[in-house]
């Protein structure tokens, strides 16, 4: 089983859609959650970071953990096109001697206008 | 707003050759790491760096691999000798410092695409 698990997509939504992206994981020791998007050859762009389970919400975007069953979403409201990009979840253990992220490997997302 | 930056943008080497990417992290950062992201691949973890000295490596960062910080503002990726499979964008990022509301989050740079022919 891999360590982080996310649908590669491509997912194509209509402008103005909710847009539920998700990623489960098998390691309990990840503690910290976090949302990148990534445009096409450009690094990763962070979007939101979490720590408990629970919800955060910042602008149009809704970051969702449950540690329990050991799952994250990122809800985006009134999708743009300018939202088309692949979206990666990444996660990482405490901060003390293990810093890495472990990525998932991206869901590529579409609005149509 | 500050940034991570990395040259070159596109690097081309034969296979055997060595290269160095550089990386400036965001100023007053005193985390810094290397990922790598081969073509339709998920983003990986090379290593980790802090206070002068490797804190944390993967798998993939073997004896080949390097990393360093010269001066004050560079970190660098040294591949000694570089391989086709060491064909990948290479991404930079740095942490903030403890206190600060960012800490906890690492910032990326736009990356280096190595082509390794």
């Known amino acids: 089983q891999k360590e982080v698990e996310q649908d590669p997509g491509p997912l194509s939504v209509p402008e103005g859609a909710i847009v539920s992206l998700n990623c489960t994981y098998s390691?309990?020791?990840?503690?910290?959650f976090m949302w990148y998007r990534q445009y096409s050859r450009k690094g990763p762009e962070l979007l939101m970071y979490t720590y408990s389970s629970g919800n955060k919400e910042d602008g149009r975007f809704t970051a969702q953990v449950d540690k329990s069953s050991k799952y994250i979403s990122l809800f985006i409201r009134d999708s743009q096109p300018s939202d088309s990009a692949t979206y990666l979840c990444?996660?990482?253990?405490?901060?003390?001697?293990?810093?890495?992220?472990?990525f998932g490997t991206g869901t590529r997302l579409t609005i149509i206008p | 707003e500050p940034e991570v930056t990395q040259t070159p943008s596109h690097q081309v080497t034969q296979m055997g050759q060595e290269v160095i990417l550089r990386c400036v992290p965001i100023?007053?950062?005193?985390?810094f790491y290397w990922y790598r992201q081969i073509l339709g691949q998920k983003v990986e973890f090379l290593v980790s760096?802090?206070?002068?000295?490797?804190?944390?490596k993967s798998e993939i960062f073997d004896d080949q691999f390097s990393v360093e910080r010269p001066d004050g503002s560079n970190f660098t990726l040294k591949i000694r000798s570089t391989k086709l499979e060491d064909s990948a964008m290479y991404f930079c990022a740095s942490r903030g410092i403890p206190g600060t509301s960012n800490y906890n989050e690492q910032f990326f740079g736009p990356g280096t695409r190595l082509t390794v022919l």
């Open positions: 760096f802090y206070n002068n000295e490797i804190s944390e």
């Open positions: 990444a996660m990482k253990g405490s901060n003390f001697g293990n810093e890495k992220l472990t």
């Open positions: 100023s007053n950062h005193l985390y």
């Open positions: 390691n309990s020791a990840f503690q910290y």
